[in-house]
C-alpha cells in the first residue's frame, strides 16, 4: 500500500507564463471601452472614410491610403491606449506589485504584457486587413516583410510610452492623457486624409504619420519606405523604451 507524499512545487515558468499571457488576453477582451477602442474605432473608419467620400484623400486608391493608416491606428490603440489605461490601473490598485511578488516575476509579467499585446495586435490586423481586403484593397503581400518590420518598431515604441506615462501619472492622468494623444495622432497622423507637409521631421513629430506612410509604401505603393521613417520610429522605440525600463514604478 503506498503512502500518499505530497510534494509542492512552483509550475514550470512557461506554464505560468502562458497562463498569463491568456489570462491578460481574456480580461482585454472582457473590456468593452478597450474592443471598442482597438477594433470599433479602426473597423468604422475603414469602412467610413474607405467606402465614402467624406473625407479628401491624395490620389485616386481611397483603400490603398485609407486601410494602411487603420492598420497603424490599430497599433497605436492597443500598444498604446490601452495598455497605458490598463498598466496605470493595476499599479494604482496594487495588481502590478501582487503580481510581481508572484512566481511568474516582474520579468515574467511583462513579458507576458508584451506577449498579449503582441498577439492581440496580430489578431486584429489580420481581422482588418481581411476586411480591407473584402471591400477592395489590393495589397502588395511581396513588400510585407518591411511592413512588418516598422509595425514592430511602432509597437515597441508606444508599448514603451504606455508603460512610462503608466509609471509617472495617476491612473486618471493616464486615461486623460492616453486618450487626448490618441485623438490628436488620430487627427494629425494621416489616417483619413493626408497629414500636415511637415517634411522629414514629420516622422519624428508624429509617429502614427510615419507609421502609416511606411505601410502604404511597402503595401500599396509597392515602394522603398524612407529611410528617414526608420531612423524616426527606432528612435521612438529606444528613447521610451529606456525612459520606461528606468522610470517603470510597480506601487
Known amino acids: 500500500m503506498s503512502t500518499f507524499a505530497p510534494a509542492p512545487s512552483r509550475a514550470p515558468f512557461k506554464s505560468i507564463l502562458r497562463q498569463q499571457i491568456r489570462m491578460e488576453v481574456t480580461l482585454t477582451a472582457r473590456r468593452g471601452e478597450a474592443v471598442v477602442l482597438a477594433m470599433g474605432v479602426p473597423l468604422l473608419v475603414l469602412l467610413g472614410a474607405g467606402l465614402t467620400h467624406a473625407t479628401n484623400v491624395p490620389g485616386d486608391d481611397r483603400l ?5 493608416g487603420v492598420l497603424a491606428l490599430t497599433v497605436m490603440s492597443t500598444a498604446f491606449t490601452g495598455q497605458a489605461i490598463t498598466t496605470g490601473y493595476e499599479r494604482s490598485y496594487g495588481v502590478l506589485k501582487r ?59 508606444y508599448t514603451g510610452l504606455a508603460l512610462l506615462l503608466a509609471s509617472v501619472l495617476r491612473p486618471e492622468t493616464t486615461t486623460a492623457a492616453a486618450t487626448f494623444i490618441y485623438v490628436l495622432m488620430l487627427a494629425a497622423g494621416g489616417i483619413m486624409f493626408a497629414a500636415p507637409d ?54
Open 64 to 68: 490603398g491610403f485609407i486601410v494602411p
Open 99 to 157: 503580481l510581481g511578488a508572484s512566481p511568474l516575476t516582474r520579468p515574467g509579467l511583462l513579458l507576458a504584457k508584451t506577449a498579449a499585446v503582441l498577439g492581440l495586435i496580430v489578431l486584429q490586423l489580420l481581422v482588418l486587413a481581411l476586411v480591407g481586403v473584402a471591400v477592395g484593397w489590393r495589397p502588395h503581400v511581396a513588400d510585407l516583410l518591411p511592413a512588418v518590420g516598422v509595425t514592430v518598431l511602432a509597437t515597441a515604441a
Open 198 to 251: 511637415l517634411g522629414a521631421a514629420g516622422w519624428f513629430l508624429l509617429p502614427l504619420a510615419a507609421h502609416a506612410e511606411a505601410l502604404r509604401d511597402a503595401l500599396t505603393r509597392d515602394t522603398e519606405i524612407p529611410l528617414s521613417i526608420w531612423l524616426s520610429l527606432t528612435l521612438w522605440a529606444a528613447v521610451f523604451l529606456t525612459a520606461a525600463a528606468k522610470k517603470f514604478r510597480w506601487e
